[in-house]
């Protein structure tokens, strides 16, 4: 059972507030922002008006603290009962400061005198939002919404390398594995002209071996990838154009939308330097990154969503071991 708690206000935020509710509409200031000290309510900061009612709010928003809790005490742009009471109890917030916020707002009420036309909690930053107002949340999720298959599947690595990044489990956007003993053999026989295909995948903290091709034809390219995990892939596309015999290398990297989230982390970051192992196979077509289900995989290539860039080829081969 909750109770309520009776605390005061200190002189300084009575008067403020008072002087406050006496101007009106014309009241200089946009919002009082209001903590508790000593079981005591205080003044924690005040933010002047800009003459709009969504640029006060903005910039009252910009002064909460994601863990700190606090009451707000927000002037709306209305004639009659123009003070909002505005409770921030964010979910991260000390478990006191939650309880202490959480059952003494009546007697904050009761302590200012104050009459609020309005009266609303947010528990996160990105839910404070002025009323009729879309939060930060439920743009986020409309934005979302919007997204391709491609698109939600590059953000959702990009949270993931950040949230790794936080918690220092990642170093750098670009991480470099070193090649699997077989791995460094079939990439020799690529260059040599013996295999057609090698692909490849991180295994701990090495880019291993998951299949290699003598000969395959680019329609079967994507169903020899895995289907469960990500991959690269050099693949040399043996083919006629404009009536001649031409055999550019590929480099993919294709990420299954059902892959674990640490796996698309990984090889989204060692993508760039995973590169340069293809360069010394004589990399000389398009660097395509594919993001596909399970039943995108058995769709021809050519019909994929993908982004090529073009490289010139290399006849020297540099790879030191």
């Known amino acids: 059972m909750t109770h309520s708690i009776s605390f005061k206000a200190t002189d300084e935020l009575l008067a403020l507030f008072t002087a406050q509710q006496a101007e009106g509409v014309e009241s200089p200031l946009a919002s009082i922002k209001v903590a508790i000290a000593d079981e005591t309510f205080v003044l924690a900061g005040e933010v002047p008006s800009a003459g709009d009612e969504a640029t006060d709010f903005a910039q009252m928003k910009a002064t909460l603290e994601a863990d700190c809790a606090c009451y707000v005490l927000f002037r709306r742009r209305v004639a009659t009962e123009p003070w909002a009471l505005l409770s921030f109890v964010p979910d991260t917030a000390p478990i006191k400061e939650k309880m202490l916020l959480s059952s003494s707002k009546e007697a904050l009420k009761k302590a200012l005198g104050g009459v609020f036309g309005l009266e609303v909690q947010f528990s996160a930053l990105e839910d404070v939002a002025l009323e009729g107002e879309k939060s930060d949340a439920e743009k986020a999720a409309e934005q979302l919404a919007m997204m391709t298959t491609f698109e939600r599947e590059a953000a959702e690595v990009k949270r993931g390398e950040a949230g790794a990044a936080a918690d220092g489990k990642v170093k750098?956007?670009?991480?470099?594995?070193?090649?699997?003993?077989?791995?460094?053999?079939?990439?020799?026989?690529?260059?040599?002209?013996?295999?057609?295909?090698?692909?490849?995948?991180?295994?701990?903290?090495?880019?291993?071996?998951?299949?290699?091709?003598?000969?395959?034809?680019?329609?079967?390219?994507?169903?020899?990838?895995?289907?469960?995990?990500?991959?690269?892939?050099?693949?040399?596309?043996?083919?006629?154009?404009?009536?001649?015999?031409?055999?550019?290398?590929?480099?993919?990297?294709?990420?299954?939308?059902?892959?674990?989230?640490?796996?698309?982390?990984?090889?989204?970051?060692?993508?760039?330097?995973?590169?340069?192992?293809?360069?010394?196979?004589?990399?000389?077509?398009?660097?395509?990154?594919?993001?596909?289900?399970?039943?995108?995989?058995?769709?021809?290539?050519?019909?994929?969503?993908?982004?090529?860039?073009?490289?010139?080829?290399?006849?020297?081969?540099?790879?030191?071991?």
């Open 172 to 321: 750098s956007s670009n991480l470099a594995f070193p090649l699997s003993a077989d791995a460094s053999a079939q990439l020799d026989a690529f260059a040599a002209g013996t295999v057609a295909m090698v692909a490849l995948s991180i295994e701990g903290e090495t880019i291993a071996l998951r299949r290699a091709e003598a000969d395959l034809p680019l329609a079967s390219l994507a169903a020899a990838l895995p289907t469960d995990e990500p991959s690269y892939c050099v693949f040399r596309w043996a083919h006629e154009r404009d009536g001649a015999a031409v055999a550019p290398v590929l480099f993919v990297y294709m990420c299954p939308e059902d892959a674990p989230v640490r796996g698309k982390m990984l090889h989204a970051s060692s993508k760039a330097s995973m590169v340069q192992p293809a360069s010394d196979v004589q990399l000389s077509g398009a660097a395509t990154a594919f993001a596909t289900t399970h039943h995108a995989q058995r769709t021809p290539p050519a019909r994929r969503r993908s982004t090529a860039s073009r490289r010139s080829a290399s006849p020297s081969r540099s790879r030191s071991r």
